[in-house]
């Protein structure tokens, strides 16, 4: 008998098939202009890397900080692993981003000179290995937020008029 092949799987919001989403910020899109991306490692500890397993981390008043060279992330929170013994990590441990040189000049360079932030968008398993999606991003105005809510809002109900066909509109097959 002929082993018939597997529809793919697609993944959601353009991700990789071999990522697992550990968590995102969501207010990051709504407060910050998002410029540009860029995928970093993450250094952590063993008790971290289960914690993260576990999904108990929170990205949303953390930031990236450039220091000697080196990137950081401050103000996340990886909650202790509730497995592990008494020498646990430090949940509010800035752990370092793995990054080369040359990214980590642009990037500063560019949060430096034009007054941006580096936001962390997402974290996720890819392959096995921990990674942040890192932003360098433009804080919003609260009118510019009032704007980009109507157009998200204009864009839903352009999308549902297509969906649900619009009255008077004419079929491909003509009728």
């Given at each position: ?33 998002v ?83 580096l ?26 937020k ?30």
């Amino acid at each position: 008998m002929a082993r018939t092949k597997q529809p793919t799987r697609v993944p959601p919001d353009g991700a990789h098939e071999n990522e697992r989403l550990i968590g995102q910020n969501r207010k990051a899109r709504h407060d910050y202009q998002v410029l540009d991306t860029l995928e970093c490692g993450v250094v952590l500890v063993g008790s971290e890397v289960k914690s993260l397993r576990c999904g108990k981390l929170s990205l949303d008043e953390a930031y990236g900080r450039v220091r000697d060279g080196e990137v950081w992330l401050i103000g996340s929170d990886i909650q202790e692993y509730s497995f592990a013994h008494r020498q646990n990590h430090d949940p509010r441990r800035p752990p370092k981003l793995l990054l080369h040189r040359r990214e980590i000049r642009k990037f500063a360079h560019r949060a430096h000179e034009h007054g941006l932030t580096l936001i962390p968008l997402r974290m996720y398993f890819k392959q096995g290995r921990a990674k942040v999606l890192l932003g360098l991003c433009r804080g919003r105005k609260n009118y510019d937020k009032r704007e980009a809510m109507k157009q998200a809002a204009a864009r839903r109900d352009i999308h549902r008029a297509l969906r649900r066909g619009v009255p008077g509109a004419r079929t491909r097959r003509g009728t």
